[in-house]
Each structure stands twice: as C-alpha cells, then as structure tokens.
C-alpha cells in the first residue's frame, strides 16, 4: 500500500537511481559578472541563445566539473614532493601524540597467563596489569634520541675541546650520475630515491677523504647531522675536531684551507671554472637590491666582504678571510695607503726609550738583547727568571709584584703561566672550588664536568688556586669609589672559606685594604656560548700573567711579552711593546718563527720573532 500511495515512498524509492552525492564534487569554473544571472526566474518563458549554433569548431569550456572523490591527486606539480613529506609528518606526529596521551591508561601488554594470574589473585584495578609503552632512544626523533644524541655530542667536546672545522656539503642535482638516471620531462626532485643514494655515495667518499687520509689535518672525532632542504635535497652539516698538532692558529694555516679568492686559470684551471659555479653569493648590493638576501638596502650576509691583503681575525674569532683586490689603484689612493702603512708602523718601533728605523716590507728590527728565542721548554722558565728573578724570596713584596707582569694575548696563556708561576711562589697552596650551573636549566641536560671545564674571559676558573703574598687581578666592578674595579692589580693578604683579605695595588687607592666575598657571575650573550652559565666564585685571578688587553693603559717597569702566535692587531702589538718602559727591562718570547700582528713583521738579527 505504502510503495503504491504514499509520494514519500516513492521518491525514497527514487534515490536509489541518483548516483552517490557524497562521492563527487561540483566545481563551478567561473564567477559570472552578472549577479542577477542565476536568480529566481519572475517570467512564464525562457529564452536561450546557443553560441555558434551547430558549428562544432568553436570549442568552449565547461562552466561546471564534476570530480569524484575516488582519493587520487588530481593536480601534482612542483611541490609534491613537499606535500608529502608533510603530510607523512603530520601521520607521524599524530600516532606520537595518540600513543603519548593514551600510553598511560590505554596502552598496555601483557601475555594472556599474566591476566588469568591477576584475575585469580582478585586484582581489580586494571592499571596495575600490564606495563607501560614508553618510546626508546631508537625511534628516530623521540625525546629519549634527541637527548642521547646531545649528550653524546657534549662528550666528545668535554674530551676534544671545541671543534676546529664546520664542513658542509650539499647534493648538486647537476651530477651525471643524477642526470643520466632521469626519465624525459623528469626533474631531479621528482627521484628523491635516486637523489639519496647518489648523496650518500659521494658524502662517503668525502668522509674517507677526511677522517680517513686526513686531507684537512688527522680528525681525532667528527659528529654531523644530515637534513633535507631545498626542494629536498640533502644537506649535511659537519664538525671536525682535529689533532693539536693540526688544529689552525694562524692566519697563512687558514689560507691553506680557506680562500675567498678566485683561484687563478694558469695554476688551478679546474677549480676556476668550479668556484665561480657554485661558491658565488649573489648578485646583491646596488648591482642586484631586488635580491632575496636585500633587507633595508643591505646584504643580510654582509656581502661584499670588504678587501683585505692578510686574513685576520674578526669579531667572536671568526676569521676575516684574505681578499685582495686585483684593481690597481692611481697613485694618489698607493700614497695614503702606504702613509697608514707606516704609522702603523711607528707604534711597532717604539720600543722602550729608542726608535728603530724599519727595514723593507715595514719589518722592525728587534735588539738581541730583548728577544728570546725558543730552544725548548726550558726557555719559558729562563723568560720567566728575567721577569720574576727569586721569585721564592720576594712573598708578600707588594712593589716587587706591581712593577713585573707577563702579557700575552689568549686567556689560555695566562692560565698556563699562572699555573707555574704560583707553584714556584712560596707558601701553603688553597684551592677554592665554584659552583657551576646553567640559567634556566631544570632538565640538568649539561654535565657538571662540562660546566667546569668553561674558563671564559671575564670568569675566574673552576679551582682557583691562591697562596698569601701572591697578586690577583679583580673580574669585576664592586666598588669603583672605594678603587675596586675590574682590571684593579691586587696582593692578597688572607684566604677564608667566604672571603678574601687584599690590599689594592694601583691606582689612587694604593695600599687599602678591601675584602673581597664570593659572587655570582654569570657569561655575556657575545661568549658564543649556547647558554647563560652562572658560576660562584671569587671575582679575582692570579696576575702574574694577564691579557695584553687587561694591560692596557698600564705602564709596567720589568714587562715580558709571550707570544705563542699571532696578535690581533697592529694596535694590539704596540700596546705590549709600550708597556714597559726601557729596552733593558723588556723580554719578547716566541715559540717559533711567524710574523707578528697583519702585515707587520718583528725580526732580530738572525730569525723572525
């Protein structure tokens, strides 16, 4: 009766003919510009016009596409290989979360004779039947990897020390071996499989270069990290730490490595062509401000890097590489560089109460009598004996210890000969321990020894190693008024647990008393550290060695200036060399031949200081 009579049955029944709505979607392709077009129509009749009539060549297209929801991409262009790489992200990220929220109360194994044991038992709290699934540090990318693999990295820097060499590499999708594989039409990151393998092969090949011969130095440990950037090519960051008898220090070993030069066609014809393929940055600048690096009308790579004739070190020691100008300049612009060139050098001859004149390619001749030469390790404690001479027998002689400094330019320095001059010095050695910690650090991700091991320039070291009579240098401004300020040359007269007796040493407030307590300290943003590290110490060092900055300002009567390699600078040099304040009473040490500060060279009669 009801499929007969009822119209609702009917058109039930007539659904059943119509083709499934959830499976298909209409596409309209255009807007029409007139608004009312499609509007509820007010006449009795309609009238329609067909365009072109029965001719079948003019060919229009559809104003409405029906496209079925069968799953398949219906437009995959450049970018594919981004959406899936996303899209997979977003699955592994979702099976982490769902596993992370439910791993406590829904997720839990155990064996079927487990379960009947604890039903016989009368266990009823199904929450302690079964056990927890907690994602290893084999999972690729869980928290438990990531930590492992941090702190793997900090125990290879605790042992070697900071790394000596950051190495990239980047796939070139130009090689044959990726360009032949390709099918016509196809583009190198349409075979992300084939990209990966070819990667491999070579990065391989360049770490048995590396690590294996020892292209670049013997490589003690490495670490690197592999990433996939750049419509997906891989790229690999890389850092080496090298043995100490390869490690860089000065500026000619950096040009062996490093060069920000164009290597010429008569001597390196492969490496010409190569260079400027692929190592060149830009356009940019005013040749080029529609540049993607352009922000504000600069470069944010600071390019181009000024003209330099000698690598230097630049801020934080990231070097400044050699780049010469190949341009001849006109006479007028050869004068003024060689007028600086010359004053430059004048600071260099000041050297105690007499004026050197300079020899050729502005070299200043050293008297033998101020220089001395490395013949072995005995020759650090004959240079001590001219600065320091019977140490053992002037404790607690407060104008013995104003009037001799040593200065060089590295804080490691300084550690190293504080450390024997305070063995030799007389009396009972007190070693005061800090406390270390990092700002902000609840996880205790860094390991102590790391945090003891951090000996920054404006930080006293971990064990600070004091004896009475021995002068320190303050680290920080407590007291300006009272002459307490950073760089103040202090004797130390009593060590406490808390607190330090000393008697000031220069400036208008020699001879007062002071007591110096423990305080926090903490590293400026520039120390290049990933972290802000607070240590608990005596704001003091030992000044029988200090920075040849510190020194500045100063004039010291019995000066030695150590130096193991380069100066930073030209101003660097004559500040040392114009501290003391007569040739007699100034000693150069030199470890081994090298020019000093950029440019200029300090010889003696017979050999380069």
Wanted: glycine fraction near 8%.
């Amino acid at each position: 009766m009801l499929h007969r009579c009822n119209p609702y049955v009917e058109n039930f029944k007539q659904l059943a003919q119509l083709p499934n709505v959830g499976e298909c979607r209409l596409l309209l392709k255009e807007r029409p510009i007139n608004q009312p077009q499609y509007n509820l129509s007010s006449a009795s009749q309609v009238a329609a016009i067909i365009v072109g009539g029965d001719d079948e060549s003019i060919q229009r297209g559809r104003d409405i596409n029906v496209i079925r929801h069968d799953g398949n991409l219906k437009k995959a262009g450049r970018l594919l290989q981004q959406y899936v790489v996303d899209n997979y992200m977003k699955i592994e990220s979702g099976v982490l979360r769902w596993i992370r929220q439910h791993q406590l109360k829904d997720i839990r194994a155990e064996v079927y004779q487990g379960l009947q044991d604890a039903l016989h038992v009368g266990e009823t709290k199904a929450e302690n039947v079964g056990k927890r699934t907690i994602l290893p540090s084999t999972f690729i990318g869980s928290r438990r990897d990531m930590t492992q693999r941090y702190e793997d990295g900090m125990a290879i820097v605790l042992r070697d020390g900071k790394p000596y060499i950051f190495l990239t590499m980047t796939c070139n999708p130009s090689w044959t071996e990726i360009t032949s594989e390709l099918l016509p039409f196809q583009t190198p990151q349409d075979r992300p499989d084939l990209l990966t393998r070819i990667f491999r092969s070579k990065f391989e090949q360049l770490k048995d270069n590396v690590i294996n011969k020892g292209v670049l130095g013997k490589v003690k440990s490495y670490m690197y990290v592999t990433e996939f950037q750049k419509r997906g090519l891989p790229h690999v960051h890389m850092l080496l730490f090298l043995d100490s008898n390869d490690k860089l220090r000065d500026p000619e070993e950096y040009d062996s490595v490093v060069r920000a030069e164009i290597p010429k066609l008569e001597s390196e014809p492969h490496l010409h062509v190569a260079v400027p393929k692929h190592m060149i940055h830009g356009p940019c600048g005013v040749l080029n401000e529609s540049s993607p690096c352009m922000k504000d009308g600069h470069c944010k790579k600071r390019y181009p890097k000024e003209f330099l004739d000698e690598t230097r070190r630049g801020n934080d020691s990231y070097p400044q590489y050699r780049r010469r100008c190949s341009v001849c300049s006109d006479g007028y612009d050869v004068a003024c560089h060689h007028h600086g060139n010359l004053i430059i050098a004048e600071f260099l001859i000041r050297i105690g109460d007499g004026v050197e004149p300079t020899k050729p390619d502005d070299m200043v001749k050293i008297p033998p009598q101020i220089a001395i030469p490395w013949e072995g390790e005995h020759s650090i404690q004959i240079f001590i004996g001219h600065i320091f001479p019977q140490l053992e027998l002037h404790g607690w002689d407060a104008s013995y210890m104003t009037q001799r400094a040593i200065l060089t330019p590295k804080n490691d320095d300084v550690q190293k000969l504080n450390d024997i001059l305070i063995n030799q010095f007389p009396g009972e050695e007190h070693n005061f321990l800090s406390f270390d910690e990092v700002e902000g650090d609840t996880h205790n991700l860094y390991q102590q020894e790391l945090l003891n091991s951090i000996t920054q320039g404006g930080l006293p070291p971990h064990i600070l190693k004091l004896k009475k009579g021995a002068p320190l240098m303050l680290l920080r401004n407590l007291d300006p008024r009272y002459g307490l300020c950073n760089g103040t040359r202090l004797l130390c007269h009593g060590l406490f647990m808390n607190m330090l007796d000393v008697e000031i040493l220069t400036g208008s407030n020699a001879g007062k008393r002071a007591f110096l307590p423990r305080i926090k300290l903490k590293t400026s943003a520039s120390s290049g550290l990933p972290f802000v590290l607070r240590r608990k110490q005596f704001p003091v060092r030992l000044s029988f060695a200090i920075t040849i900055n510190k020194s500045q300002g100063q004039t010291i009567p019995n000066v030695g200036i150590y130096l193991t390699r380069h100066v930073f600078s030209h101003g660097q040099l004559y500040v040392a060399l114009s501290s003391g304040v007569s040739q007699n009473s100034t000693k150069v040490h030199r470890l081994r031949v090298y020019s000093i500060g950029w440019g200029a060279t300090v010889i003696t009669d017979n050999t380069q200081l």
